[in-house]
């Protein structure tokens, strides 16, 4: 059972715009299993799908950066997750309301090379990966990407969320491919529905689609209820 509260104006308060509990029973007993923190859980299994899709379908990297944003807590698990199992070791950072700074602390503590990120980062970076979502904000990625770039674009969830300039979603679509998580983004992904995209002939990870020669690769994710009984069934276990 997950309870969870979205509070679009948290950020600037100094707290996540996502806070909530997540409770885990066993379903024959209905015995209290565990009660996890709603944020870490979301970050790091939305992390983990990032990464499987990043294995399956992103370029290989050599000295690959990875290009992130706010907000922290989801950028950090990212980071983590693509500097421990595909070897990035550069990060740059960009957020809203002090969050790229506070974002490079906590890489550097954790040992890794952090930047601020200007507007030209996303095209010097291989692995782009978008956290922070606002849907009175402007679009938080825009520009071009090079061809070899993997973007993981998880900040959106509702049809009307946009982070990535239609323009350049539109490019990706057109240079490259873009996947989604599930069959469920085809009707709440709003980067994808902004661009105009054909979402029906868009393939999801579960279909196992190929790794492609050439061109950028475009990953959406809005979330899966199921990843969440994933992750709370390996804490259980």
């Not at 809203?96 to 974002?103: I, N, P, Q, T, Y």
């Not at 990625?141 to 959106?156: K, P, Q, Y």
């Not at 069959?183 to 196992?208: F, M, V």
Request: aromatic share 6%; net charge negative; charged share 20%.
């Amino acid at each position: 059972m997950k309870l969870i509260t979205y509070a679009a104006d948290n950020p600037a308060r100094g707290l996540p715009a996502i806070l909530g509990d997540v409770l885990v029973m066993r379903a024959s007993t209905g015995e209290r299993l565990a009660l996890l923190d709603g944020p870490a859980l979301t970050a790091r299994r939305t992390a983990a799908v990032t990464l499987y899709a990043a294995r399956a379908l992103a370029p290989l990297p050599t000295g690959a950066g990875c290009w992130c944003w706010a907000p922290e807590w989801q950028a950090l698990a990212h980071v983590l997750a693509f500097t421990e199992a595909l070897g990035v070791d550069e990060v740059w950072v960009r957020g809203r309301h002090e969050a790229a700074s506070l974002g490079s602390r906590s890489v550097h503590q954790r040992g890794l090379y952090a930047e601020p990120a200007g507007d030209l980062a996303c095209g010097a970076a291989t692995l782009p990966a978008g956290g922070d979502r606002d849907d009175r904000a402007g679009h938080l990625l825009r520009g071009s990407v090079r061809d070899d770039a993997f973007v993981a674009a998880i900040g959106a969830f509702t049809p009307q969320m946009i982070e990535l300039d239609p323009a350049l979603t539109r490019d990706i679509a057109a240079r490259g491919q873009v996947v989604i998580d599930s069959a469920s983004a085809r009707h709440e992904a709003g980067d994808l529905l902004a661009a105009g995209l054909d979402l029906s002939t868009l393939a999801t990870l579960a279909e196992h689609p190929p790794r492609r020669d050439g061109g950028p690769v475009l990953f959406k994710s809005c979330g899966s209820a199921l990843w969440d009984l994933a992750a709370a069934r390996c804490v259980a276990a």
